[in-house]
């Protein structure tokens, strides 16, 4: 009886994972651009879960709430929380492409894996900012950027094999200058911080 039992509920869970990855996938594919076969390892994560997680790095049970509203707007409880591959070796490193949702598909981090190490584009959309990294050969190379939902950006920084170079911005949502830092040769050598009202202020170190 309880074997029985056990196994309806087995099979029912199994019907229902399959049913979100069936729905859930070929818009994932569209929406990123990219192929997902039988190589990747599909994680599902439910709504409770992702509750309980939101408590533990919120003020209170309300502000977790409302987050949970603002991240959350599928009917369905549960839905994918990762898509990755694992390189067929021991140890298991990730390779090619991963995505990690919060809550539903509105939020995530997506990016490309090559032998365990970050590579290629890497998007972040948060609630309040989207940001891109770029990596080449694993390492960090190009524009790096972060923006606001306004539209404006709220840093943007260079990279070379690694290094800062160039010039490096951050700016308050406002559009008030934050920070501005110059380098040459991967050193600092001019470093200005500014208030929300764009008097000079103290830089912390990193």
């Known amino acids: ?36 076969d039988s190589n ?3 994680v599902f994560h439910s709504k409770e879960q ?11 049970s ?4 409302k987050t ?40 995530y981090i997506t990016g490309y894996y090559k032998n365990g190490k970050m590579d290629s584009i890497w998007k972040y959309k948060r609630i309040e900012t ?3 990294e770029r990596y080449y050969n694993c390492k960090a190379n190009g524009e790096w950027y972060m923006k606001y939902n306004n539209g404006k950006f709220g840093c943007r ?11 490096s911005y951050s700016w308050y949502e406002n559009g008030q200058l934050q920070e501005i830092e110059i380098f040459k040769d991967g050193k600092s050598f001019y470093h200005k911080c500014y208030t929300e009202k764009g008097e000079e202020t103290f830089c912390n170190p990193d």
Not at 13 to 31: D, G, H, R, T, V
Not at 76 to 105: A, E, Q, R, V, W
Not at 157 to 167: A, E, P, R
């Open 157 to 167: 920084q260079k990279f070379s094999n690694d290094i800062n170079v160039d010039t």
């Open 130 to 132: 989207f940001s891109v």
């Open 40 to 42: 990747y390892n599909i």
């Open 50 to 60: 992702v509750y309980k997680q939101l408590l533990k790095n919120s003020r209170d």
């Open 1 to 36: 009886m309880y074997k029985k039992l056990l196994c309806f509920i087995l099979i029912l869970f199994s019907c229902i994972f399959c049913q979100i990855q069936f729905q859930s996938l070929p818009y994932i594919e569209s929406k990123f651009s990219v192929h997902i």
């Open 68 to 107: 949970l509203q603002t991240i959350w707007k599928i009917s369905d409880t549960i839905f994918i929380d990762s898509i990755y591959m694992n390189l067929k070796i021991k140890p298991f490193k990730k390779d090619g492409f991963f995505i990690h949702f919060f809550g539903d598909s509105n939020y």
């Open 62 to 65: 309300s502000e977790a709430k």
